[in-house]
């Protein structure tokens, strides 16, 4: 599919740049059409399990309420216009509610751009362009990238030490208290054997010949082709014609100071 | 970038990985927080968030460890899927900033707690910037945003600084650090 294929960096720099812009924008109507353009490009143009991608955006959409709420309930009263909206029998400044709203969106279209990203991207391979395209050092990138590896691992080495524990007679924690300090016993066993195993994996690379050098040669070269510029294009486009149809029609708000 | 040393990296890379994985784990913590206290809870916690850069830096003592580190840490919390998105990975990147700036304003020579307080609060002081525009704390209330402030200076001193010189001092007890900055320190001191 077409967001599979897309070259991982220059989709990673899109991402970023619509990021950017919606963080300027100060109305709420922007970012909730930019979510449903984004939600529907992700659908149409990437496979995945579409139910992962429901589990993952309900959080976010609690998130999001959570800020609406905290902006009206902190906002700053002093700026509040004399027109009030009643909103669970309480009254509020309309202005608040729609710097809220824009606030709580912008969350939901945030989210729903990294959503695009997550769903439809190799990190292997963003890394991997990460080098060639933005000529990320080699030693860093392979560095990391050995270092998210030992994710999974750290998972076992945590069952471990704690089976350890409890073969020596230390309790399984019943109470919120000793279940924190459970997890301090835990940290120092659990970060010096994975600092122990990381300085083993980095003479293993040295041992194989890995120096770090920028030339070196690559068993999947990463490209940008014309092809990957048509999803800068759609997403910036969109964003463009969002902005022009909603000034036209004067719901638009750039940020002008008005918090 | 020369200077540095691939088990360095590799260490530096899995330190990020680990915290990353913390920091996700306390966003929920910092959450509940926010229900009690309004926007405030999130900056009494603030600390947690910088303290993978104070640990590595204290750890490397290399120009850049503090920077990196936290932001191999924010992208690893945006490759792992987190309810802030990919802007995590600027806010990291100037979190991280923040902390090298008290490393750089000692030349990389001065790892005492002062400093890792130091970089704590600078961290705190960037975020807060970072935020204040993000996150539009503008629209709360001006006494409500210094509290969040202060609460925000206070966690990144504490938590970050003081608790990330512990937790690191008792990673060289153990010895695993035996060939790095901290550890060699270590030895020197208890030789002596």
Redesign the interface.
């Known amino acids: 599919m077409f967001l599979h294929d897309l070259n991982p960096t220059v989709k ?1 720099l899109t ?2 740049g619509a ?1 950017f812009l919606l ?1 300027f924008v100060f109305d709420p109507v922007t970012p909730l059409l930019y979510i449903v353009w984004t939600v529907l490009v992700t659908f149409l143009f990437g496979t995945f399990k579409k139910r992962y991608y429901l589990y ?1 955006f309900i ?2 959409t609690l ?1 999001a309420f ?2 609406f709420w ?2 009206i ?6 700026s509040a216009t004399s027109e009030t909206v009643s909103f669970l029998g309480m009254e509020f400044p309309t202005e ?1 509610i729609w ?2 709203a824009a ?1 709580g969106l912008r ?1 939901l279209a ?2 729903s ?3 695009l ?2 769903f439809t991207t190799n ?1 292997v391979h963003f890394i991997l362009s990460l080098i060639q395209q933005l000529k990320l ?1 080699p ?2 990138a392979y ?2 990238l ?3 590896r ?2 999974p691992m ?1 998972k076992t080495e945590f069952q471990q030490i704690r089976a350890a524990h409890r073969i020596r007679g230390v309790n399984r924690p019943d109470s919120w208290k000793e279940k924190l300090l459970q997890y301090q016993r835990f ?2 066993p ?3 054997g ?6 083993r ?3 293993a ?2 041992s194989k010949g ?1 120096t ?1 050098a920028k030339a070196r040669t690559f068993y999947r070269p990463m490209r940008v082709q014309w092809k990957d510029w048509l999803f800068p294009v759609m997403m910036f486009g969109m964003l463009g014609v969002t902005i022009a149809v909603l000034l036209y029609f004067g719901y638009f708000s750039w940020y002008d100071g008005q ?1 | ?1 020369n200077s ?4 360095e ?10 915290f990353a ?1 913390v920091y996700l784990a306390f966003l929920p913590v910092g ?1 509940i927080l ?1 229900g009690f206290f ?2 405030i809870g999130y900056d009494l916690i603030f600390g947690i968030w910088f303290i993978v850069s104070i640990i590595a830096a204290y750890i490397i003592r290399k120009p850049g460890a503090a920077f ?1 580190s936290e932001t ?1 840490a924010a ?2 919390e ?2 792992l ?1 987190n ?5 995590l ?2 806010s990291g990147m100037i979190q991280g900033l923040g902390a090298e700036s008290a490393f750089a304003m000692t030349r990389y020579k001065r790892y005492d707690l002062f400093t890792l307080m130091l970089a704590g609060v600078m961290a705190a002081v960037f975020s807060f910037v970072w935020g204040y ?4 704390y ?5 006494g ?1 945003v210094a509290a969040m402030f202060i609460a925000r200076i206070i966690s990144g001193a504490i938590i970050s600084g003081v608790a990330g010189k512990a ?1 690191s001092d ?2 060289a007890k ?1 010895g ?2 035996s ?1 790095f900055a901290l550890g060699k320190e270590h030895r020197r001191k208890h030789a002596a």
């Open positions: 990673a991402i970023i990021v963080a993952y959080p976010f998130f959570g800020m905290t902006t309930v902190f906002s700053d009263t002093a608040d710097t809220a606030l969350v945030f989210a751009l990294s959503l990203f997550l990190m050092p030693k860093i560095g990391v050995a270092g998210y030992f994710l750290l940290a120092i659990l970060l010096a994975a600092i122990r195993k990381a300085e994996t980095a003479i690379m040295e890995f770090g918090l | 970038m540095w040393k691939l088990k990296i590799v260490v530096m890379s899995v330190l990020s990985v680990v994985v959450k926010v309004g926007p990196l191999i992208a690893v945006v490759l899927g309810a802030v998105g990919p802007m990975l600027v525009f993000l996150s539009g503008a629209a709360l209330s001006t409500y937790l008792a990673l153990t695993v650090l060939s």
